[in-house]
């Protein structure tokens, strides 16, 4: 299992339209665990979701969600990019959204009921219940079954946990304002020339060893995902995106991690995406988007602990 997160907080490295606002519930009395006093959240709470697609008229393959549970301890992130196949058939009746959905579903309820489950574990199981949810129908050792990258974010008063598989990011703000990205740049790394075309990419390098790693139908490729802990207090922000929204650093340059999470902050997640859209429309000599979709689905969650 890859484990990737702060290393000057001691913890094992290599790596490197909606909108919700909402007040925490009132201050709650500590409640004893393990001998301590773990206080619930007793302050405010920014959550901000947007989540658009690609194209009008084009369904979006994207899934997010912001689950609070009623306790008023702790949160998840679940944010997912569904994986666009090609024309031909994928060997599946099913479409992407169908497949997001059923396991960002799965994600949220096992990360908010099983909060003592490590990420990693959950996302095993989740893949485990969507693949049965359509085993008898499509063929799901199909390279292009449906499939998704996966961030999960969950915090408690203790700690936040993560989890990245591959190419959607989740960045951390500390209190000092330093923002770390946490990726899985497994695809990234592969040279260009291994990319060539779709068929090359399937056969060589798509869920297998020296390539990169989606979640489609085997639940041991959770084991694969970047997997860390930190402590809450190491932690004041969290952004999640997909690919569609994280293009602003990675493609078009507009600015680093620490910048983005700036204009989330300051401008709302809505605004970051109207950026991104404005970059791709004036790219008309694709010196940035390249043989990339000129136009992705975008998500961003955004949330101030």
């Not at 599946?92 to 490590?118: E, I, K, M, Q, Y």
Request: proline share 8%.
């Amino acid at each position: 299992m890859c484990r990737r997160a702060f290393p000057e907080y001691g913890i094992p490295s290599e790596i490197r339209r909606l909108t919700c606002t909402g007040a925490a519930p009132p201050v709650r009395p500590p409640v004893r665990r393990g001998g301590r006093a773990a206080l619930g959240q007793t302050g405010p709470m920014r959550t901000d979701l947007v989540s658009e697609p690609g194209m009008s008229g084009l369904p979006n393959e994207d899934f997010a969600s912001v689950a609070l549970p009623a306790s008023g301890r702790g949160g998840t992130v679940v944010l997912l990019d569904g994986v666009t196949p090609p024309r031909e058939a994928p060997g599946c009746t099913h479409p992407v959204p169908w497949f997001t959905a059923r396991l960002g579903g799965a994600l949220t309820r096992l990360t908010v009921s099983l909060p003592d489950v490590p990420l990693a574990d959950a996302l095993s199981r989740a893949i485990a219940d969507t693949a049965e949810a359509h085993a008898e129908t499509c063929d799901l050792s199909h390279p292009r079954t449906p499939q998704a990258t996966v961030v999960l974010a969950r915090w408690s008063p203790e700690s936040v946990e993560y989890l990245v598989l591959s190419d959607s990011a989740l960045l951390v703000e500390a209190p000092d304002g330093a923002v770390t990205a946490l990726l899985d740049d497994r695809l990234a790394r592969l040279p260009r020339s291994a990319l060539a075309t779709e068929a090359l990419v399937d056969a060589t390098l798509r869920n297998k060893e020296g390539g990169f790693f989606t979640a489609a139908a085997d639940p041991a490729v959770a084991a694969r995902a970047v997997t860390g802990t930190l402590p809450r207090g190491a932690v004041r922000a969290l952004a999640a995106l997909t690919d569609g929204a994280a293009r602003w650093v990675e493609k078009f340059g507009e600015g680093d991690w620490t910048d983005l999470l700036g204009v989330l902050r300051k401008e709302g997640a809505q605004n970051l995406v109207d950026r991104v859209r404005r970059l791709e429309r004036d790219d008309t000599e694709r010196a940035y988007l390249g043989r990339s979709k000129t136009h992705d689905d975008a998500t961003v969650v955004y949330v101030e602990l």
